[in-house]
């Protein structure tokens, strides 16, 4: 099964700053979207940010003004740079892609916002 390839996860303090990355592998092809959902212990996946290849963008509410999206269409490569980062964004983050009407996704990477 192909599988998006994260990185970027870690500890930091409230107030911090991370920078995931997510790498799609060069067999998918006609990419329309790529994005990032997060699961928190206990709670359902909820959809973080998503970007289009035409540049849009669509947010959670509860990232806008923190999180930015971004995109390297010839690398297959979407970035989540997440600054002011508070207690409840803890959680796995996964990163997905939509293409060719299927859903790829990554392992899973754990980002941890504590004192």
């Known amino acids: 099964q192909v599988q998006l390839v994260e990185s970027g996860g870690g500890l930091v303090q409230p107030g911090g700053s991370l920078r995931l990355s997510c790498a799609a592998p060069?067999?998918?092809?006609?990419?329309?979207?790529m994005g990032w959902h997060r699961q928190a212990p206990g709670k359902q996946r909820e959809l973080v940010a998503t970007?289009?290849?035409?540049?849009?963008?669509n947010y959670a509410s509860s990232v806008k003004g923190r999180f930015t999206i971004s995109r390297d269409n010839a690398k297959n490569t979407v970035y989540l740079q997440m600054n002011s980062l508070k207690p409840e964004d803890t959680a796995v983050y996964y990163c997905?892609?939509?293409?060719?009407?299927?859903?790829?996704w990554g392992q899973g990477t754990q980002v941890t916002v504590s004192s």
């Open positions: 997905y892609a939509y293409a060719d009407t299927q859903f790829y």
């Open positions: 060069g067999s998918i092809s006609s990419i329309n979207a």
């Open positions: 970007m289009f290849t035409d540049g849009r963008t």
